[in-house]
């Protein structure tokens, strides 16, 4: 069945960068979008950009803007976020997720189509930052 | 900015739940979906499109709505419903989602 396993959770220091990632199994790694989003403690759902796994083209939240960095591994299906320049409100559980929508296949090539639809989700990350 | 209502909402199995989802402009192309979250847990998609359900979703859950006003409506609630729900709009940038509201067991 389709998961996405995220690594485990991190404590970080302000002003220090932290890096998550989230490999995929059950699926073909290339063929959906991955996003990232985050829930703060007692806040809501936050979306934080997404990555193209067959292209490594990424879009931000403007949120997030020069702190944040997705990059994927192909040959392990693994997905990573980095997040720079830490601060304590950044204390939150970080998801990854694929995109819903099935990919296109023409004469044999699989193209990853975007919804901006979430499913499934990977376990969560907690990233604590604090002093 | 998605305004989700109540905050908070009490109820008993068997009863039937509504949830509200206002935007403060209006979401394009209904491109509104609904999410299920229960403790420890990560979200789970319910609706999309506004009122299509996802994949394996139990025809209980039923979403409405247009433009600024949308509604998730939720009979014969089960055990397993009492949870948080979030409404996410995707039809323009940047994604966003509403602050949720808690139903939880009256």
């Known amino acids: 069945q389709v998961q996405l396993v995220q690594s485990g959770a991190e404590v970080k220091r302000p002003g220090a960068s932290v890096k998550v990632s989230c490999k995929a199994s059950?699926?073909?790694?290339?063929?959906?979008?991955i996003h990232w989003l985050r829930e703060a403690p007692g806040q809501g759902l936050e979306w934080m950009g997404w990555?193209?796994?067959?292209?490594?083209?990424?879009n931000f939240a403007p949120k997030f803007q020069g702190r944040v960095t997705m990059t994927r591994d192909t040959s392990i299906s693994t997905a990573y976020i980095d997040l720079s320049r830490l601060r304590s409100d950044d204390t939150a559980v970080y998801y990854c997720?694929?995109?819903?929508?099935?990919?296109?296949?023409?004469?044999?090539?699989?193209?990853?189509?975007?919804?901006?639809?979430?499913?499934?989700w990977g376990q969560g990350t907690l990233v604590t930052v604090s002093s | 900015v998605l305004t989700q209502s109540p905050g908070t909402l009490a109820l008993s199995p068997g009863e039937r739940a509504t949830l509200s989802c206002r935007a403060s402009?209006?979401?394009?192309?209904?491109?509104l979906a609904w999410y299920q979250q229960k403790p420890g847990q990560a979200p789970r998609l319910l609706i999309y499109?506004?009122?299509s359900r996802a994949t394996a979703i139990p025809d209980r859950f039923t979403g409405s709505g247009s433009g600024t006003d949308f509604t998730l409506t939720i009979n014969r609630l089960e055990p397993e419903d009492f949870a948080v729900y979030y409404c996410?709009?995707?039809?323009?940038?940047?994604?966003?989602f509403g602050q949720g509201t808690r139903l939880e067991i009256k």
């Open positions: 997720a694929r995109d819903w929508s099935l990919p296109i296949t023409t004469f044999g090539v699989i193209t990853p189509r975007r919804s901006n639809r979430f499913d499934p």
């Open positions: 059950g699926y073909t790694f290339t063929a959906y979008y």
């Open positions: 990555i193209n796994p067959t292209n490594g083209v990424t």
């Open positions: 402009q209006s979401v394009s192309s209904n491109s």
């Open positions: 499109g506004a009122s």
């Open positions: 996410q709009q995707y039809g323009s940038s940047p994604i966003t």
